[in-house]
């Protein structure tokens, strides 16, 4: 781990944010200009890291006035407290606010820790912007993150949404999500971060070669930089067509839901070409009750549309985490528990007015 001792505070940090960092943090607020406006606080997902602290140190160089840091503590390793620790000296010594948010990562069957933190992560991110009225929060993914991504949806078989991989902007749980660093090259960021003398921790779990991910970064991306050194610049091309395909889909079945109704006219549903059908079918489970199935049950539920032609023919399957049934003319679809597909309150809740970031002592 490198070191960081807490320093006297100064309106900016002591140390210069990565040019790579500046660049790239520039170049997207150019495409996202509303983000930079007015003076609510800015949020940083900062875990001590080379890549968070190059985006942390970037937006305090440019916003000193409305950055704030969040940390989220799993306190899934041993490391977990150190690290804690070393962002709230780090922050310190850069005077730069922070939050140390402490959450229970469910682990349950069927799910990766890695899936389980991550959403229990994006979650406590999400409660932190509305509690502060946030414009928005910074993620320091980076072009070999973004390469990763590609490549593990390839090995899925996902479609054109898994093939877009990370958007650089997004929204959830009600707070906009941003990714600047998305086209930097994480070397470049810790070379810089090495010559200016700036500190961050290493975790110890990405060298374990078991996580799919870490598979590909440790045994799969080495040789394939190796012969494809601009391969991070070649996927994410990749990533953004597939991303523009996959919105002109969203669109198609955004207007074809209009004519099909909610719940979905099967009359209507039989009148266009299967893949057209299921498109739209998509948008409908994703958007009304939050959820998705996988490509071979849709197959099947678009076959058991085109032959229900009668009155009487039954429709019934599972589809994704629930099942979808023939009620007379149309489709409607229940979870397996009624209660997964109730919203609270809490995700959706309007942000609360604008307010300070404070440093938080670890308890």
């Known amino acids: 781990m490198h070191g960081c001792s807490p320093s006297g505070a100064s309106p900016t940090p002591r140390l210069r944010a990565p040019d790579a960092a500046l660049a790239a943090l520039h170049a997207w607020v150019q495409r996202h200009p509303d983000v930079a406006r007015g003076h609510a606080p800015l949020l940083v997902a900062y875990s001590g890291g080379a890549d968070s602290t190059a985006l942390l140190l970037a937006v305090a160089q440019r916003w000193p006035q ?41 682990l349950t069957p069927g799910r990766s820790p890695e899936e389980a933190a991550r959403a229990a992560r994006y979650a406590a991110l999400a409660q932190q912007a509305h509690a502060h009225g946030a414009a928005a929060v910074l993620l320091a993914h980076h072009a070999l993150d973004q390469l990763e991504t590609v490549l593990l949806a390839l090995t899925r078989g996902a479609g054109l949404p898994g093939l877009a991989a990370m958007p650089e902007r997004f929204e959830r749980d009600g707070v906009t999500f941003g990714r600047p660093l998305l086209p930097a090259d994480p070397q ?68 074809d839901l209009a004519r099909i109704g909610d719940p979905p006219q099967l009359a209507a549903l039989r009148a266009l070409p299967p893949p057209r059908a299921v498109n739209a079918l998509r948008l409908w489970l994703r958007q009304r009750h939050g959820a998705q199935a996988s490509d071979a049950q849709w197959q099947a539920l678009a076959q058991q549309i085109q032959a229900a032609r009668t009155r009487g023919q039954r429709i019934e399957l599972r589809l994704g985490a629930g099942t979808v049934r023939r009620d007379g003319p149309v489709l409607r679809w229940r979870p397996d528990n009624a209660s997964d597909a109730t919203t609270t309150a809490a995700a959706t809740a309007a942000p609360t007015p604008p307010g300070s970031c404070p440093a938080e002592s670890k308890s």
């Open 66 to 106: 409305r950055v704030c840091a969040v940390h989220v503590h799993h306190g899934l390793q041993a490391a977990a407290d150190a690290f804690a620790d070393h962002a709230q000296a780090c922050c310190a010594a850069w005077s730069v606010p922070l939050q140390v948010q402490r959450v229970q990562v469910a």
């Open 188 to 255: 470049a960021l810790r070379a810089q971060l090495a010559q200016a003398g700036v500190p961050w921790v290493e975790d110890p779990t990405n060298a374990d070669p078991h996580p799919t991910r870490n598979r590909l970064r440790l045994q799969v991306l080495p040789a394939l930089l190796q012969a494809f050194p601009h391969a991070p610049a070649t996927f994410a091309r990749s990533a953004r067509h597939a991303a523009q395909a996959q919105e002109l889909l969203r669109q198609l079945a955004a207007e």
